[in-house]
Nanobody, 115 residues
Framework: QVQLVESGGGLVQAGGSLNLSCVAS????????MAWYRQAPGKERDVVAV???????AYAGSVKGRFTISRDNNKHTVYLEMTNLKPEDAAVYYC?????????WGQGTRVTVSS
């Protein structure tokens, strides 16, 4: 089992920045893909950014150029640097990791963006 704990959410003004972190604990050997998803009220959970174990990254079109995903495999941690935040970025952000065919989710951290 893998436990994921996110941190770093909060309230920020439009145009501001926030940094999210997600630390994995438990059976962390074999973690491969790390990703961030988000879910706004009344909407589906959507992928925001993905980081492969090989170092490749991919982003949703709406955040490309503003968000950066990075990871520290030694610390079993994935980060999401968010800049130039917009009101439409407001959501609960979830950490997601894949390990040996299993998928794990964090509990979510809320990001609120005031206009």
């Amino acid at each position: 089992q893998v436990q994921l704990v996110e941190s770093g959410g909060g309230l920020v003004q439009a145009g501001g920045s926030l940094n999210l972190s997600c630390v994995a604990s438990g059976s962390t050997f074999g973690i491969r893909t790390m990703a961030w998803y988000r879910q706004a009220p009344g909407k589906e959970r959507d992928v925001v950014a993905v980081s492969s174990v090989a170092g490749a990254t991919a982003y949703a079109g709406s955040v490309k150029g503003r968000f950066t995903i990075s990871r520290d495999n030694n610390k079993h941690t994935v980060y999401l640097e968010m800049t130039n935040l917009k009101p439409e970025d407001a959501a609960v952000y979830y950490c997601h990791m894949q390990r040996l065919g299993e998928v794990y989710w964090g509990q979510g951290t809320r990001v609120t963006v005031s206009s």
